[in-house]
């Protein structure tokens, strides 16, 4: 049996949906579903089981799990940036994984947990997924802080050679219309777009980049569930790796690949960056991937301009969700 935490969620259906393509079913979701509509990304999966994550959490500690379990992808965590309760993310995102890994090391599960380029902060310690540099990370906000707590846990408990921290980019793609104001931009502008032909993207306030030209590593969910099912395919694989395409692309690319698939020229507004947030904005992220690469991944990575294309007429156009 697989488990998936944040099973409902957009990365963990997504990773469900290609664990069904690849015949798995046995598949025990976990998930807080809360009163969003990410129930509808559960609809095409196959699995065998579904518990609500406090209940999960519960069994764990109980030992009602049923056994053998092969392996835990824990996805499940609070995700947006902006949440302002520091007590709930250091126990929904810390406290939680450290009590899942701890089980799962004790029971010889392997586990595959969620950590994400936020850890970064500002990336002027740069963007590789070097372990022994953890420390130095200085994350913006309390969400990317919570996960660079637990990667640090990791690594002061020696384990990063039992388990596998994954540092996801800026994911996006399909099962992801419940997340609201944690939405990609692709599908922001594809919304834009539609209702008012054109898209509002932020004033550069640096002198060093042009209006629309800050940069972002895009990677598209199909992309990064794959590089996520390697760790399972390839158990002896362990640390903590980023998830990305480890090219930069703009703000302008970005829309400009929206309004080619949707058939239409594109019309761009720029507008003044609140200064609320400001201080905190990534002119520039891009993954070093050359560890899981180094790792024996091999698979393709899809470009940017037809992620979108993909995304926007096989799924956005369709109010498609992913599934086998």
């Known amino acids: 049996m697989i488990i998936v935490t944040g099973g409902a969620g957009f990365i963990?259906?997504?990773l469900v949906a290609q664990l069904n393509r690849r015949g798995r079913e046995d598949i025990l979701i976990v998930d807080c579903l809360?009163?969003?509509?990410?129930?509808?990304?559960?609809?095409?999966?196959?699995?065998?089981?579904?518990?609500?994550?406090?209940?999960?959490?519960?069994?764990?500690?109980l030992g009602m799990i049923p056994m053998p379990v092969e392996a835990i992808f824990h996805m499940g965590a609070c995700s947006s940036t902006t949440e302002k309760d520091a007590s709930f993310l250091a126990v929904n995102n810390y406290e939680y994984t450290k009590t899942l890994c701890q089980w799962a090391v004790n029971q010889g599960i392997q586990f595959v947990y969620a950590s994400s380029a936020a850890t970064y902060g500002d990336g002027e310690q740069?963007?590789?997924?070097?372990?022994?540099?953890?420390?130095?990370l200085i994350p913006l906000n309390m969400y990317g802080y919570s996960k660079q707590m637990f990667d640090q846990w990791v690594k002061r408990q020696g384990l990063?050679?039992?388990?596998?921290g994954m540092k996801f980019f800026n994911v996006f793609g399909p099962n992801e219309y419940h997340k609201a104001d944690m939405q990609s931009f692709i599908l922001k502008s594809f919304e834009q777009i539609k209702a008012y032909g054109?898209?509002?993207?932020?004033?550069?306030?640096?002198?060093d980049y042009r209006d629309g030209e800050q940069v972002r590593d895009f990677i598209y969910i199909k992309d990064a569930v794959a590089m996520a099912l390697y760790?399972?395919?390839?158990?002896?694989?362990?640390?903590?790796?980023?998830?990305?395409?480890?090219?930069?692309?703009?703000?302008?690319?970005?829309?400009?690949?929206?309004?080619?698939?949707?058939g239409k020229k594109p019309v761009i507004e720029y507008i003044d960056m609140p200064e609320s947030i400001r201080e905190q904005y990534q002119y520039f992220t891009q993954a070093d991937i050359?560890?899981?690469?180094?790792?024996?991944?091999?698979?393709?990575?899809?470009?940017?301009?037809?992620?979108?294309?993909?995304?926007?007429?096989?799924?956005?156009a369709k109010n498609e969700y992913l599934g086998s």
């Open 160 to 164: 990063l050679d039992e388990v596998v």
């Open 12 to 14: 963990g259906s997504g």
């Open 290 to 316: 050359s560890k899981i690469l180094g790792a024996g991944y091999k698979e393709p990575i899809t470009s940017l301009e037809d992620a979108v294309d993909d995304y926007v007429k096989n799924y956005l």
């Open 198 to 207: 054109k898209v509002r993207l932020f004033k550069s306030h640096r002198p």
């Open 231 to 262: 760790f399972l395919e390839n158990k002896e694989v362990k640390g903590i790796f980023n998830i990305g395409t480890g090219k930069a692309r703009s703000w302008n690319d970005l829309v400009k690949a929206t309004f080619a698939a949707m």
């Open 126 to 136: 740069g963007f590789a997924d070097n372990e022994s540099r953890l420390d130095e």
């Open 34 to 61: 809360g009163c969003d509509e990410k129930w509808k990304n559960l609809r095409k999966l196959r699995y065998i089981d579904y518990l609500e994550k406090d209940v999960f959490l519960e069994e764990v500690k």
